[in-house]
């Protein structure tokens, strides 16, 4: 059965000559346009079946399970306070939970009152990088040609901490933290951060940090001219040392890729944690996130917004909405858990708190290119976003090597989103090993979003892996791997992974979705939301601008939800005033109840039963959400209606790419060279006849490449267009390559 876009494909059919005679219009072509919309019409309630049961089926086993979890809690709870009853001793239970309930309650409103004080604080010094390390910094974004409100930190390695001596040949390691509404810092918030596991190993660790307020007329493209600027001067201070590694967490994954793909000169291997590139993936059922443009509004939100805020967007928008996503955590769970462990819980819940009621400002033009450009059009991901008029970012420019850490854990970047680019990007595998890339993915079963780059003790084990092997990613063969965690030995502090890397095709990153059929409906939004963006800016704007001051503006942010929520709270607030003396004289007196009095098992039912309620209206918001989406843009008209949108990209058979200019410029060096090609040609064969390739076996083929002569002697660059241009010719010619090699020995 046709499908009825490729009725529309000029050459593929006869429907579109249809189209330009009436009188051909037979009753067979009607028969079968209606038959494609059919089709097309039978392909979406299929999939919004899909989405709907998938949907209700977690809801169902999910709060069932809960629900039974509850009913059994508190059938126990009441068992335990029967028996309490029956020896006599109830009432001094209740005696015993309401002095501990009251001490808690104090506690835990002395402890947002902190919060409120260390909001107030932040704002006041500029919203510093909440980094747990000492820093001096190197270099200021607003002292260059084109100022931004970017700078680069050296980290300062603690004396308190084991440091390996930093070497003059060790790599040093750049991080990028993402600017999604919070401050920077997030990625050396902990010791055992990414900052921390690169200090270990000695290598120097710079940080890419930002102040709240843009500079004037600041756009992502100046970002990406102060990023490259950055890593010139460490390449300037590092001169004995390879290009550094640039680790991108977040929304600072895909600033990484820009800054790459504009300047593949400067960058070593380049790290993407939970980065989303290919923004319009997911799996149905999984995935809300997504559909928010579909439903709130495109990138006329963005503008709007901005106009508000006088040109600048504030970013306590971008957080609310991420604290929408998960309200049952935000508003209920971690106020609770701090009540319930109020005697623990209170330094890292501040800790926490004070990057993320750190609210930081982006100008209307870089908010405008980011829901543009990647949330909303997804551009990045297709080679087709534009940092400036006429200058496209290819991301196929990278020659550095790439490696991807997604989660399947993470809520706010799946793994699609995370991983999908490359095939959006690439025509198949082999085009990544032509144009010498190397592209290692690697998926953590449980750590969330945060968890990722904050290190937790989930993630600490992959953070250490990838530092170590960095070092050596460089001897892979140009190609597609997946990175995994096989073995390890060894006791929890001191134990070493046996770490492999598997070559992978563009049909195993298929099956990390479920299809990308639902991708489509996507395409109508973008198309939309240019529409829609058109009008506003021409026909709603000016006068949303003109009722705009400075003072509105400056007045809207600072009676933003979020910003009365922490300063209201805080000791500006006289009614506030005697709580420290309360605190105090609670922690004098401090008695918990016994975790088995009856009262506290209650309050945790109770709490369990909360918590449940607002996870409920959550799930069943996000099946409103992707069936209202699925509704509006799933059509057959919006499926054709986004058709310019969508992605499309010609795929190469091998034969095809073998006419490429690069593939023919090393098969006519085939049997020129010498030992140097030789060794490297067998290595690639070796590691091909494999198929998968262990760290060990990886670190000696890059002790051969780095430090045994006449290897050691040839630059990093000559090294790697050899590695590429062997494994062009194992990949084209491999018969050939084989006879071949006693010539060159």
Not at 401 to 427: C, E, H, K, L, R
Request: net charge negative; aromatic share 10%; with cysteine.
């Amino acid at each position: 059965m046709k499908d009825m876009f490729d009725a529309f494909e000029k050459g593929h059919n006869e429907f579109l000559n249809a189209l330009n005679d009436s009188t051909a219009w037979t009753p067979s072509a009607r028969f079968t346009a209606l038959q494609a919309q059919a089709t097309e019409l039978s392909n979406l309630a299929e999939l919004m079946g899909r989405g709907l049961g998938k949907n209700l089926t977690k809801i169902t086993e999910t709060h069932k399970e809960r629900w039974q979890k509850s009913l059994w809690d508190f059938n126990q709870a009441m068992e335990s306070m029967g028996r309490t009853q029956k020896a006599g001793g109830l009432f001094g239970a209740w005696e015993d939970y309401w002095k501990d309930a009251s001490q808690r309650m104090v506690l835990t409103m002395d402890t947002l009152r902190q919060r409120g004080d260390n909001f107030l604080e932040h704002e006041e010094a500029g919203c510093p990088p909440v980094l747990k390390y000492d820093y001096d910094v190197v270099l200021d974004g607003a002292d260059l040609p084109h100022p931004s409100c970017y700078s680069l930190l050296k980290i300062v390695p603690p004396r308190d901490a084991y440091c390996r001596e930093h070497k003059p040949w060790k790599r040093p390691y750049i991080i990028i933290d993402p600017r999604a509404g919070h401050g920077s810092g997030i990625g050396g918030f902990k010791p055992d951060s990414q900052v921390g596991v690169a200090l270990r190993d000695g290598h120097p660790v710079y940080f890419v940090a930002f102040s709240r307020m843009p500079e004037k007329g600041q756009t992502l493209a100046d970002v990406t001219r102060s990023e490259a600027a950055f890593v010139r001067k460490v390449m300037e201070l590092h001169p004995e040392a390879p290009h550094p590694t640039i680790t991108g967490n977040c929304q600072g994954g895909w600033a990484t890729l820009i800054l790459a793909a504009m300047n593949p000169d400067l960058t070593g291997p380049i790290l993407l944690n939970g980065a989303p590139v290919s923004t319009w993936s997911g799996r149905v059922g999984e995935n809300p996130m997504r559909y928010n443009a579909g439903v709130l509004g495109g990138t006329w939100n963005a503008m709007y917004y901005s106009d508000l805020g006088h040109g600048v967007f504030d970013g306590a928008d971008i957080v609310q909405n991420f604290e929408m996503l998960n309200p049952a955590r935000n508003y209920f769970g971690k106020y609770y858990d701090l009540y319930a462990k109020v005697d623990t819980e209170p330094d890292r819940f501040l800790e926490f708190e004070r990057w993320w009621g750190g609210y930081f400002l982006l100008n209307e033009a870089e908010m405008k290119w980011i829901v543009e450009q990647l949330f909303v059009g997804n551009r990045l991901s297709k080679n087709e976003a534009q940092l400036e008029p006429g200058v496209n970012i290819d991301i196929r420019q990278i020659r550095a090597p790439i490696i991807v850490f997604a989660s399947w854990g993470d809520n706010i970047t799946p793994p699609q989103q995370a991983i999908n680019w490359i095939m959006d990007t690439y025509t198949d595998e082999r085009e990544i090993a032509i144009r010498g890339q190397r592209i290692i993915y690697m998926i953590h079963d449980q750590v969330g979003h945060l968890g990722i780059f904050v290190s937790s003790k989930i993630a600490k084990k992959e953070h250490t892996e990838v530092t170590s092997t960095l070092k050596t990613i460089e001897a892979l063969a140009p190609g597609l791997y997946e990175m995994t965690i096989d073995d390890y030995e060894g006791d929890l502090l001191e134990r070493e992974f046996t770490v492999s890397f598997h070559e992978r095709t563009m049909d195993d990153l298929k099956l990390i979705d479920d299809g990308r059929d639902d991708e489509i409906p996507f395409a109508a939004v973008a198309r939309a939301s240019e529409q829609q963006a058109e009008f506003y800016d021409v026909c709603v704007r000016p006068f949303v601008q003109a009722g705009v001051t400075e003072q509105s503006a400056d007045l809207r942010r600072k009676t933003h939800s979020l910003r009365v929520q922490r300063a209201s709270f805080s000791s500006l607030n006289p009614f506030l005033s005697a709580l420290p003396g309360w605190a105090e004289r609670a922690r004098e007196q401090r008695t918990p109840a016994a975790p088995d009095n009856p009262f506290v098992e209650l309050q945790h039912v109770n709490a369990a039963l909360v918590e449940q309620s607002m996870d409920l209206y959550r799930d069943l918001r996000d099946t409103m959400y992707e069936t209202l989406f699925f509704t509006i843009w799933g059509s057959p008209y919006m499926r054709w209606f986004g058709r310019p949108r969508q992605p499309g990209r010609t795929l190469k058979g091998k034969d095809e790419m073998r006419s490429l200019p690069p593939v023919q410029a090393a098969l006519m060096h085939m049997e020129e060279g010498g030992f140097c090609e030789a060794v490297i040609r067998m290595l690639i064969l070796l590691a091909e006849s494999r198929g998968t390739v262990r760290r060990d076996r990886l670190e000696r083929s890059a002790r051969v490449l780095n430090q045994d002569e006449p290897f050691k002697s040839l630059t990093p660059d000559e090294r790697s267009f050899m590695l590429r241009e062997q494994t062009l010719i194992v990949e084209f010619a491999r018969d050939q390559a084989i006879e071949a090699l006693p010539k060159l020995l």
